[in-house]
């Protein structure tokens, strides 16, 4: 990961159970706390709705905004 230090990233959740409280996002904190050890730096989470619109809209600003993507179902 030598070469892609300080690359720019982020993640998407995905999930109403998210938004609604009745699941709590541990992972999101887990894997923003990885990416800093690899000396990627991370823009943002998003959360969506599970809506195929919300995640699209969500998934074109992320490409235009960052290197990398990653979302979690």
Known sequence: MAGL??????IIVIGN???NGSIKDTNSGWLAARLHELGLSLRRITTVRDDVSEIS???KEAVRLSLIH????
């Open 57 to 59: 809209k969500a998934i």
């Open 5 to 10: 230090k300080g690359t720019v990233c982020e």
């Open 70 to 73: 990653i979302s979690e179902p």
């Open 17 to 19: 159970e998210i938004l």
